[in-house]
């Protein structure tokens, strides 16, 4: 009777260390997350392939990107990881969520709204371990870089989970010791964006304001608003973001951009994961509770 051919059992810490290296995209960054050495996460992750026969990681400049089979293998992972974390709930026998969960956004939502209003989740649920990552690349979710991530305007990835959770209105700010100075001018000094800013507002000012002097320039909202407020000039700000510069007055400056939807976005098998959705039920939350400092109906031009 013929032997049975069996393919050997993986191994769950080569998964978990090739799920930290797809997720983070650098040797440095899993390193760090698990606390293990690059030569160990590249060890075990080469391992898996030889045993699959077949590459999930492509090696580029900037980082490792994932193969199809990779995402295969990491959706798998992923799902052994939301089992294991079932597992370790029932046994601390509280029921609450507990684990890491990562959000993605723009630097502006991070920085500007989201940090300073984190706090009551971690007392509601002190179990959770978010992981908050702010950058101008729109990470994937499909390639499980990212648990939830918000986003502004419609998505147009029809498998994820969508739902829109506030407005964004942008108006015009000047430095309140110089408003007056700056109005009269024909052509005031103008805070803006760098020549290379991706943003539908940075192509936006560009245009309108083509033939006017840029004093000051930079892909950061942070930064405008700062020069802006030290004296540089006028700034176009999301009004969320102005709220946090005292030093900054709104003011009557011509047509705005179009506001901007707010859309937080989940693939839907994360969603139904308990830790994943007591965030997603936190920003829906708060999103809604500050709508009106997103919108910007109750800052008043001057």
């Not at 999301?238 to 011509?254: E, H, K």
């Not at 989940?266 to 500050?290: C, W, Y």
Request: hydrophobic share 45%; net charge positive; charged share 25%.
């Amino acid at each position: 009777m013929p032997a049975e051919k069996r393919t050997p059992s993986l191994d769950w810490d080569d998964l978990r260390h090739f799920a930290a290296l797809a997720r983070h995209g650098s040797l440095a960054a899993a390193s760090r997350a698990l606390g293990a050495a690059r030569s160990t996460i590249a060890r075990r992750v080469e391992g898996l392939e030889r045993q699959l026969g077949r590459p999930l990681l492509i090696r580029k400049p900037d980082g490792f990107e994932l193969t199809v089979d990779g995402a295969t293998v990491l959706a798998q992972a992923t799902a052994m990881e939301e089992a294991a974390l079932v597992v370790q709930r029932r046994l601390d026998g509280d029921g609450s969520p507990k684990g890491p969960v990562r959000l993605t956004t723009s630097r502006s939502l991070a920085h500007g709204f989201l940090v300073d209003r984190l706090g009551p989740l971690h007392d509601r649920h002190p179990g959770l371990d978010v992981e908050l990552i702010a950058e101008t690349r729109v990470l994937s979710l499909s390639r499980s870089e990212a648990d939830i991530a918000i986003r502004l305007g419609r998505p147009a990835d029809s498998d994820l989970l969508s739902r829109r959770a506030a407005t964004v209105g942008y108006a015009f700010f000047a430095p309140a010791r110089k408003r007056e100075a700056l109005l009269s001018r024909a052509q005031p000094p103008l805070v803006g964006y760098g020549a290379d800013e991706p943003s539908a507002e940075a192509a936006w000012m560009a245009s309108r304001f083509s033939s006017h002097r840029f004093v000051f320039r930079s892909n950061s909202l942070q930064a405008q608003a700062a020069a802006a407020q030290a004296g540089y000039g006028i700034v176009l700000l999301p009004c969320f973001l102005a709220a946090g510069y005292p030093g900054l007055v709104r003011i009557p400056f011509g047509p705005l951009p179009p506001e901007r939807e707010v859309w937080i976005l989940m693939r839907r098998d994360a969603a139904r994961a308990p830790r994943v959705k007591a965030v997603a039920d936190h920003l829906f939350e708060l999103f809604r509770d500050e709508r009106t400092l997103l919108s910007g109906a109750q800052v008043q031009e001057e």
